[in-house]
Every structure is written in C-alpha cells, then in structure tokens.
C-alpha cells in the first residue's frame, strides 16, 4: 500500500447518512469489493460498538472479505469523560472489531467542547491523549478525526492547535482536519491547512463536505497545502450536500495533478464502480457527475460536432476512455450531417459512403424534431429511422396496424378498468385482439402482445422498464403535444424509444410500437 498518500473511504459510515440511503451489511460488502477495486487505500466501514449493523460488518468482513488494495477503519469516539480508556467498553468495541486502523472523533471547536461535551478543553485532550494511546499500545493504527476543525480555529486557534499537537504526541497517525459543517471556501481553508502543519509539524489529512459547493476544491488545496490524507465518498454520498465526491477528487489527482494515488487500470474501472455502487444504495447516478456521468462527455450542437469528428480532444478535458467512460453524441435539432454521421458510427452505421442517405436521415430528424420528437435520449428510434432510410421500411416490419382504440371505464366502487382493441396484420394475417389493464397504455401494450405473441413468442422477454410523459407547449397557436419515452429491456440490454402526439396515448401508442419492433429486430438478429 501506498503510504505517503492516503485515499480514504467514507461511503460506508459518513456516506450512509444520506437521506434516503439505507444500507444493509450485505449492501456493505458488495460496496467494500467495489471500493477495493478502484484501489482506495481505507475503507471505513461504520461504528461498531454504536451500531449493531457496523459489529456485524466487521465480524462478517473477516471472512467473506478478501481485500487487495484496503484496509478496514473502524470509526468512533474517544473514551467518556468518566472511564479509563480500557475500561470504557465502546473503546473496546473499536478494538475488538479488529480493524488494523481506528479513527477516533473528537471535538476541535471548543464552544462544542463546552455546549455538547459539557467537559472542559483539557479533560477533552485528556480524552484524546488516553485513547490514542491505548489503542496504540494493543497494536492499531489511529487516525483522528479532528471534527468542526475549521470552526474552531476561527474562533480559538489555540486549542484547535493544542487539539492537533496532542493527538499526534500520543500516537496518533495523522490528524484529519474537518470542514463537519462544509461552509468553507478553498483559499482561507488552504491558509489554515498549511498554518496547522507549519505549526504542529503533525501529518495531517482533510475530510470535507459539500454545503458550499467546494468540497472537491477545498479537499484539492488541502492537499497543496500538505495535507497527505483525503476522505470523501463514492459518488459525493453524504447528509445534506454530501461529503466531497472521491471519484472526482482520485481522477483530479491523478489525471491534472500526477499524483498516482490509484493503480491506472483501476481508474479505468471507475466509471463502472460508480454505477455498480448507485446499483447497490438504489439511487439513480447523477448524469452529471463530473469524469463518471452519463453526461460527462456528451456533445451536442452541429458546428461543434464537425470539429469533434475531426480532433475529439478539441472539446473535452481528458481522453474518457481512462476513467472508462464514453464520448457520446447527442442528436439534436442543431444536429447537422456531421453529428449525425458519427452518431450512426456509435451504434454500428457507416453513413459516410452514402450521402444521399445521410441527407435523407438528417431531413428526416429535423422535421421530427420541429414536431416535438427528441432523439437524444431514444437511441432505438434513431436506430430504426436509419435503417428505414438504409433498407426501407418494409423490412423493419414486423406487423402492419390497420387500427386501435381503447376505453376507460370508470366503475360504481371508484375503480378504472381500460379495455383496448387493435386490429392488424402480421404474416398474411388479419388479427384482432383485445386486452384489459389498469390503464389505456398498459391494455393496449396487453392487446399488441395477445395479438401476435404468438407469431413473435420472444415478445414474452420483453419488458417495459421506464415511462416517461412530458407535455410539450404548442406554438404559433398551434395545441400542445405530447412526448412520451418509453425505456424496454429483454433483461440483459435496454432500449429507449419516442412518441411524439397531441394525444397522450397516441403518443404511448407509437413508442411502444417502436419498442417491439425494435426488440424483435434485435431478438431475431
Ligand atoms: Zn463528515
């Protein structure tokens, strides 16, 4: 393990206090693998002792976790005002979790020493100094965790320093400075950062949180400052704004500032750690999420994509490809030729050999797109626009609708009840079907499936995922229309398609028919 710099996990005790985020210590282990994987060098894993779940973590980790880069922090107090280090028996539960690091908390900010502590600043250090020291001498490494750090220098240096110099004199690996309330800002943090080592001379670390919307840049000064320890948490986790964002902080390290703080070929896992993680706390990945997003590197705008085509770099800060993300192109009603081609090579389609194509496709996207139609995020429409224009249209079909229609009925107990009828041809066939459901899309999508899953029985693994309506306003006096995106998947692969109508189940109507066509195109080749 790389000792001179410490990257330092927090997902798994600060992060989990996300609102919304509940993490089972199954969930626990799972994100531990991940974060190992990346090469994080500490993974604190929770406060056993406080919480019965984070005992459990640690019994559990010693055999069901094989770590190759981590090693485990337990995280807690330091002893009670009234008991000897080794007598106090959450002390011992830090020690008994067997964790090779603990980091202890304690109070740098003396007005929390006096208001929440109600004990006095030496009998605080007091407090430091004997768990340090004890938990030394039975063989684990300490770290501390010096908690609303930048406040408290505001207010009394003298004790906040007088905080730093104890803890290091009793053994104490390195002192974590922390912006617990996140209000700071990079310049004066980066001042007391540097101020605290020239002073104490002790290691230090730097643990922020987001409430200003610095967390990345304070973590960053800190470290130019010397601090030689970071904390932070998997996709930016954390109550309130959340902690600073350790993918963001481990990519500007070693990408902008050369520090090489994770292996390289972990950094090109990061992308899929962060979305294997949001897997696991069931909170949708923030698209734009700096290097890891969705978004991060998706291009929009025609004159911008021409240059993109020849020179990518010319319009993003790194190669994606080193923290495993994609270049994506985005179709737009901006979208020239040019952003259209290169959106056709991302899913598979030279259009560069066949102009006329190419300008037919393009026609075709603008006038959709003046209706309301937004290929950005339906890749399988595009997909089956192009093969339209590159096949004709005929040989995408899989069945001819001749009609549809649907009812609702609204019943004496309150319930609704939709019943709808499409009538079309598939193979020669003229077929009419009825379905019910608990709305007008769900019977139709019933009535389609009855009316040819028998000729398609594939159509049995497709699955809606994702609906999605939104209303568009109408110009030029012209009514609204509706946009609806439906998101289908066969289980291992998923697909958006568009809709675009002024009626709401028109709208529904078409996207779903694209959906099945487009699943039954990929089934069947
Ligand atoms: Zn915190």
Not at 40 to 45: K, M
Not at 402 to 415: A, K, P, T
Not at 471 to 483: F, M, N
């Amino acid at each position: 393990m790389n000792d001179s710099f410490h990257v330092y996990d927090t997902t798994l005790r600060d992060g989990a206090q996300q609102e919304g985020l509940a993490l089972s210590v199954a969930d626990k282990l799972v994100i531990a693998r991940q974060l190992d994987g990346l090469g994080v060098g500490f993974i604190e894993g929770g406060w056993p002792g406080a919480i019965p779940k984070d005992t459990e973590f640690f019994e559990r980790a010693r055999t069901e976790l094989d770590l190759k880069h981590a090693q485990l922090a337990a995280f807690g107090m330091t002893r009670r005002a009234d008991l000897a280090a080794a007598d106090d028996p959450q002390v011992a539960a830090l020690r008994d979790s067997l964790a090779p690091v603990v980091t202890l908390v304690a109070k740098a900010h003396d007005r929390h020493v006096e208001l929440a502590l109600r004990t006095t600043l030496d009998e605080c250090l007091a407090m430091v100094r004997d768990t340090v020291e004890h938990l030394v001498s039975e063989g684990r490494r300490v770290f501390v965790d010096a908690e609303h750090f930048f406040n408290g220098y505001q207010d009394n240096p003298a004790y906040a320093l007088e905080f730093v110099r104890t803890a290091a004199e009793a053994g104490a690996s390195l002192v974590a400075l922390c912006d617990t309330n996140g209000g700071m800002l990079p310049s004066e943090l980066g001042d007391v950062v540097h101020t605290v080592i020239e002073r104490t001379g002790a290691r230090v670390g730097i643990h922020c949180h987001d409430d200003s919307g610095c967390a990345v840049a304070n973590s960053l000064i800190a470290i130019e400052a010397g601090a030689t320890h970071v904390q932070g948490a998997a996709n930016g986790y954390g109550e309130r704004t959340g902690n600073a964002n350790l993918f963001t902080i481990v990519a500007n390290l070693q990408l902008k500032k050369n520090l090489h703080v994770v292996p390289d070929d972990s950094l090109a896992e990061m992308t899929r750690i962060a979305h294997a993680i949001s897997e696991v706390t069931n909170i949708a990945p923030h698209t734009k999420q700096p290097y890891v997003g969705f978004s991060a590197f998706a291009h929009k705008a025609g004159i911008h994509a021409s240059a993109v085509k020849a020179d990518p770099m010319l319009y993003q800060h790194i190669d994606p490809e080193v923290v495993g993300n994609d270049m994506r192109m985005l179709v737009s009603e901006m979208a020239g030729r040019a952003s259209i081609e290169l959106k056709g090579r991302e899913l598979g389609y030279d259009l560069s050999g066949d102009r006329d194509a190419l300008s037919r496709i393009t026609e075709k996207v603008k006038v959709l797109e003046a209706q309301g139609h937004s290929f950005e995020a339906a890749d399988a429409s595009f997909e089956l626009l192009i093969l339209d224009e590159l096949k004709g249209e005929e040989s995408q079909r899989f069945f001819d609708v001749e009609s549809w229609r649907v009812i609702v009925e609204q019943r004496q107990d309150g319930s609704h009840m939709s019943e709808a009828t499409v009538k079309l041809h598939a193979r020669g066939e003229r077929i009419i079907s009825v379905g019910e459901g608990n709305g007008p899309v769900n019977a139709l999508d019933t009535a389609l499936r009855n009316a040819i899953g028998q000729i398609y029985p594939e159509l049995a693994e497709l699955e809606l995922r994702d609906y999605k309506v939104r209303i568009l306003e109408g110009d030029h006096g012209s009514s609204s229309r509706t946009r609806v995106l439906v998101t289908t998947t066969d289980g291992r692969d998923e697909w958006a398609t568009v809709g675009v109508q002024e009626n709401i189940v028109a709208a529904s109507w078409n996207a779903i028919v694209e959906a099945v066509t487009y699943g039954l195109l990929k089934l069947e080749g």
